[in-house]
């Protein structure tokens, strides 16, 4: 079977959905989404629980993690929104320092996590990404 091209400014749906919100611009979908997002372990045994567009993990010591982007950000000025939390379930998000640093055309992002001045383990650490893909 040949690959096609579909192509429309409005996604909407057939009315089975309940609410105001029936359709969706393209838009949105195309610059509104996260370009990469990731939820890791931690603390213990470091690793990726789950993620988007993300080729790998690296834990660079307490506190310090790099998670690296499979299809690179356009530039290094993009967003990096990060939470954590004492719960493997991320029922207990806590408060500190979340650092996230972007470097080399938006290959990667570094996050620290700071505890009363201090580089501090997380459980549960969630990351995602805004901005343009390369």
Request: charged letters at 15%.
């Amino acid at each position: 079977m040949a690959n096609g091209t579909i192509a429309f400014d409005t996604l909407s749906t057939s009315g089975q959905i309940s609410g105001t919100a029936v359709s969706v611009d393209t838009d949105y979908l195309a610059y509104g989404s996260a370009r990469i997002w990731i939820n890791m372990k931690g603390e213990d045994t470091f690793a990726n629980n789950d993620s988007f567009n993300v080729s790998g993990v690296t834990d660079n010591g307490t506190g310090n993690h790099t998670v690296t982007i499979a299809t690179n950000m356009a530039n290094a000025t993009y967003s990096a929104l990060i939470n954590a939390s004492e719960d493997v379930d991320g029922t207990s998000n806590i408060g500190g320092i979340y650092l996230a640093r972007t470097f080399a055309a938006g290959s990667y992002v570094n996050i620290t996590m700071n505890n009363d001045g201090s580089l501090a383990d997380r459980k549960l650490i969630t990351n995602s990404v805004h901005g343009d893909l390369a």
